[in-house]
């Protein structure tokens, strides 16, 4: 009969302690010692230690280029040859006075509360690598899927962008352009999306796996 302690230790048996490990081009499973995957002949790693200098080397640009998406215009505004311009908060602002609170709302969740809720949790997730912090695995497994989940949506701030662009070119007294800061958004959305791509999520489960499996 199984118990649920040895179920316990068997879900803890992990390839590396085998001698396996999976390659990482063409997903084969091969002994760590061939030293190249059989099939490809790509070269195996049990895992990828440098993942975690890329991570926070793309983390630290994305908050730069967010400090910068905020600093600078998002959208330029041209009516009858005056041109004015609109950072992420002023146009919010605008929006919120000129009674559009909706859109006001999806603008701020999407370019602001999205994107540093992102930064911030990949953050907590490289600290409690790079430092082995003790923090409960569950709740580092339930936000990790959590920034997944929520990454996708800050894309939608683009999508705003550019269907505020189309209406009022529509109307055509006015001319709208999106600006400098558009681009370094755009940039932000892409390297905190490869942050959390690039970085190898084994580490942090082999590392927290033994001090923090009851929690
Ligand atoms: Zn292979």
Known sequence: MTTSSSLDNQTQIQ???KGLCLC???RKINLTSNGSCTRCHAPLATRNYASIGQSWALLITAVILLVLANIYPITLITNRGVVTNDTIFSGTVHLVKTGMIPIAIIVFTASVLVPWLKIIGLAIYLTAISFNLPVSKKKL???FHIIEWIGRWSMLDLFVISITVALVNMGQLLDAKPAPAATAFA??????QLAAKVLDTRLLWDRLEPQNDAK
């Open 141 to 143: 497994m339930v936000g």
């Open 24 to 26: 990482k081009v063409c």
């Open 187 to 192: 940039l932000v959305i892409l390297l905190t």
């Open 15 to 17: 390839g590396m302690n």
